[in-house]
């Protein structure tokens, strides 16, 4: 069955940086595409980012554009987001979530991981 | 600045069925934009339960159905249970990005 595990998470103080990972099995990782996904403490659902099965195109939330960089290593199965300059408001559950192609949604999900950005 | 709008919060009897809705600020939600559903209890990952208006994902009861309503994207629950109780989001594709509603809280009692 289809896994995503998230990990990575953790408190950093303002400005500095981070890495998320998203482990994924149970499926062909390089034939899909993937995405990001956060939720900040009490708030809604937020798309972060996008990449391409093979990482040729990657789009972003206009809030974090030029600041995180969404990408991904095939040969480990896994999903990063480089997350720099990072400010209080980025604080949230970071998903990341399996594409459902052609069909334009989020098929299967991780359970997440936390990220704290305070001083 | 695209906006999807949803009802905060809405409540149903057991049994009952309940329409949550999903608009945009701008315009009509029309079967193009792939209107997406999700459920969401709290401390959970969110769970997908209907994608492309209306195809209801793997192991979703039958009683959940996606339509389009009008000008709106529609979430219906039919015989609503207990568990059913959780917050709804809805999600737009608009090419390139992808849009979420702020959720509706449903409550069952």
């Known amino acids: 069955q289809v896994q995503l595990v998230e990990s990575g998470g953790g408190v950093v103080q303002p400005g500095r940086s981070l890495r998320l990972s998203c482990a994924a099995s149970?499926?062909?990782?390089?034939?899909?595409?993937m995405h990001w996904v956060r939720q900040a403490p009490g708030k809604g659902l937020e798309w972060v980012a996008v990449i391409w099965y093979d990482g040729s195109n990657k789009y972003y939330a206009d809030s974090v554009k030029g600041r995180f960089t969404i990408s991904r290593d095939n040969s480990k199965n896994t999903l990063y987001l480089q997350m720099n300059s990072l400010r209080a408001e980025d604080t949230a559950v970071y998903y990341c979530?399996?594409?459902?192609?052609?069909?334009?949604?989020?098929?299967?999900w991780g359970q997440g991981t936390l990220v704290t950005v305070s001083s | 600045q695209t906006v999807v709008t949803q009802e905060p919060s809405f409540s149903v009897s057991p049994g009952g069925t309940v329409t949550l809705t999903c608009g945009l600020n701008?315009?009509?939600?029309?079967?193009?934009?792939?209107p997406s559903w999700y459920q969401q209890t709290p401390g959970q990952a969110p769970r997908t339960l209907i994608y492309s208006t209306n195809t209801r994902s793997s192991g979703v009861p039958d009683r959940f159905s996606g339509s389009i309503l009008g000008n709106k994207a529609a979430l219906t629950i039919t015989g609503a249970q207990a568990d059913d109780e959780s917050d709804y989001y809805c999600?737009?594709?608009?090419?390139?990005?992808?849009?979420f509603g702020g959720g509706t809280k449903l409550t069952v009692l």
């Open positions: 149970g499926f062909t990782f390089s034939s899909h595409g």
């Open positions: 701008s315009g009509s939600v029309s079967t193009s934009y792939y």
């Open positions: 999600v737009l594709y608009m090419g390139g990005s992808w849009v």
């Open positions: 979530a399996r594409w459902g192609g052609g069909n334009e949604y989020f098929q299967h």
